[in-house]
């Protein structure tokens, strides 16, 4: 897998990590919303011992294998400075917009 960020995506992952080591993990959560699961990152101090590598040119992000099947091969991250969230997408869908970057570092 695969993801490609646009300059927006960096700036506002770079902003949200600051100086304190971090990770990013893509999410998709399916708990209690039916038919279909809530697409999200949250930034982490390290990855689960399951998951699995992302490749992109900027940060390590990371990915359960068990939802890494919901998303294509190739994918990209727009980011919205205006609210600092984003855009994901693949080439036959979008997976979310509005998505959101929580910070979970420490918790």
Same mark, same amino acid.
């Given at each position: 897998?695969?993801?490609?960020? /646009?300059?927006?995506?960096?700036?506002?992952?770079?902003?949200?990590?600051? /100086?304190?080591?971090?990770?990013?993990?893509?999410?998709?959560?399916?708990?209690?919303?039916?038919?279909?699961?809530?697409? $999200? !990152?949250?930034?982490?101090?390290?990855?689960?011992?399951?998951?699995?590598?992302?490749?992109?040119? $900027?940060?390590?992000?990371?990915?359960?294998?068990?939802?890494?099947? !919901?998303?294509?091969?190739?994918?990209?991250?727009?980011? /919205?400075?205006l609210?600092? $969230? !984003?855009?994901?997408?693949?080439?036959?869908?979008?997976?979310?917009?509005?998505?959101?970057?929580?910070?979970?570092?420490g918790?």
């Amino acid at each position: 897998m695969r993801i490609t960020l /646009d300059q927006q995506a960096k700036d506002i992952i770079t902003k949200k990590i600051g /100086d304190h080591p971090g990770q990013v993990r893509l999410l998709y959560d399916t708990e209690g919303c039916g038919c279909y699961g809530i697409t $999200s !990152f949250q930034i982490i101090n390290q990855p689960d011992p399951t998951d699995v590598p992302i490749e992109n040119e $900027s940060f390590p992000f990371w990915v359960d294998p068990q939802r890494a099947v !919901f998303y294509e091969e190739q994918l990209r991250l727009k980011g /919205d400075p205006l609210d600092g $969230s !984003f855009r994901l997408e693949g080439d036959s869908q979008l997976y979310g917009q509005n998505v959101k970057l929580n910070d979970i570092r420490g918790n």
